[in-house]
């Protein structure tokens, strides 16, 4: 039985990945963080009897900045595929928390790479990196895995880090690592802060009779958003290549998140039309004029990437990977998985 080792097992991308390996008759190992409240509902589902009993679901404590257990970890289990996706993931909230988003981004990285130098060579690593490499990039649209790097916030700087990182490890010690630098990728298991389910756990609240109003921060943010099931395959293939290699994930559409907010509410069957600009706009429904969405300054970024798009040729020819959900009817399948 091949053995994978998950590091973010338990967020969005992580409780994905671990159902697609399982399925494929991996067994999984994960690792978890001791926390005072419950966080592991997300893959829940898969802590059967069976999957428990038959040692094909291994959760293991961890925490990638308790360096000398996670080290211990990794040669205890000896994986054949590592996929380290564990991480402060909200871009918003890396200004707040700038040290503690480079370290578990950025050093993290490190700590991985050079745990694997003393592992078993053949073991193969995927990096979760991502389209905020690129900053804010004016005149490279769609962006590639030869565009310049240029992050505006410290979650992109981590990742530019612990990518470069990657490469290094890759080209010098002969490490099998592969960075997969993933656009926007959206699910019904999404964090609850990111503009995606924020909207459509709202829109079906309001649906629901509730006279909830979303608020928003920035709502010209015009982002490439697919569906997380389908990047994880992805993941799952670049381990998969005889060579080791970079590949951006993405749809190749943008929305903004305005665009995405109305689709959501159409699916439910609230219209909405927008009115006023910037701090004073606000969607009112089209039925009965009721305010459900307004634009708070709380919610804005001293820095915003405008519009980012990737360009998924790479991973079409090489990985045979396409993504297939984007646009309203991601908008569409979160609020349905709201509703129940
Ligand atoms: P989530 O925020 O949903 O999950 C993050 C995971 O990391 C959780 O399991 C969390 O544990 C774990 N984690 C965080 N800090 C630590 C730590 N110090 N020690 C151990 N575990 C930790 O992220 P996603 O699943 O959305 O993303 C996965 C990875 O992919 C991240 O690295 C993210 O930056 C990157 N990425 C995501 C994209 C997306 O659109 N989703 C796009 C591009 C990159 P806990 O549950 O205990 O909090
Ligand atoms: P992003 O996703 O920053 O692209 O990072 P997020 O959903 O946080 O923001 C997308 C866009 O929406 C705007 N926005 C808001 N964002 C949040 N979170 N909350 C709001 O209320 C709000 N209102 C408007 C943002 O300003 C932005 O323009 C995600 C994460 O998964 C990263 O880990 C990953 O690397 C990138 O995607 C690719």
């Given at each position: 039985m091949k053995k994978a080792f998950?590091?973010?097992?338990?967020?969005?991308?992580?409780?994905?990945?671990?159902?697609?390996?399982?399925?494929?008759?991996?067994?999984?190992?994960?690792?978890?963080?001791?926390?005072?409240?419950?966080?592991?509902?997300?893959?829940?589902?898969?802590?059967t009897d069976e999957n428990v009993g038959s040692g094909r679901l291994v959760l293991h404590y961890g925490e990638l900045n308790d360096v000398t257990s996670f080290h211990r970890l990794l040669h205890k289990i000896e994986p054949a595929e590592i996929y380290h996706l564990a991480g402060q993931s909200h871009v918003g909230l890396s200004f707040e928390l700038p040290e503690v988003t480079c370290l578990e981004n950025g050093m993290a990285t490190l700590h991985l790479l050079e745990s694997m130098r003393e592992l078993d060579t053949s073991t193969r690593l995927y990096l979760a990196q991502s389209s905020e490499i690129f900053g804010a990039p004016e005149g490279e649209d769609p962006q590639d895995e030869t565009t310049p790097v240029a992050p505006r916030n410290p979650y992109g700087c981590a990742k530019v880090f612990s990518m470069q990182l990657g490469k290094v490890y890759r080209e010098s010690h002969g490490l099998f690592v592969c960075n997969g630098i993933a656009f926007n990728h959206e699910s019904p298991r999404r964090g609850e802060n990111f503009v995606t389910r924020k909207i459509s756990m709202g829109a079906a609240r309001i649906a629901a009779g509730d006279e909830a109003v979303i608020e928003l921060g920035n709502l010209d943010g015009r982002r490439d958003w697919g569906y997380a099931p389908e990047y994880v395959e992805a993941m799952w293939r670049m381990l998969q290549q005889d060579r080791a290699d970079d590949f951006v994930l993405a749809t190749g559409r943008t929305h903004t998140v305005r665009e995405f907010a109305a689709a959501a509410f159409a699916a439910v069957g609230v219209p909405v039309d927008f009115q006023g600009q910037g701090v004073e706009e606000v969607a009112r429904r089209r039925d009965n004029g009721a305010i459900v969405l307004r634009v708070s300054p709380r919610y804005f970024r001293p820095v915003d990437a405008v519009s980012l798009r990737g360009n998924p040729a790479k991973a079409k020819a090489e990985l045979g990977w396409k993504a297939q959900t984007q646009g309203a009817d991601l908008a569409a399948l979160m609020v349905e998985a709201e509703r129940g």
């Open positions: 998950i590091t973010g097992i338990t967020g969005q991308d992580g409780s994905y990945l671990a159902e697609l390996l399982l399925a494929k008759g991996y067994a999984v190992h994960g690792l978890v963080r001791r926390a005072s409240a419950y966080n592991r509902s997300r893959i829940d589902h898969l802590r």
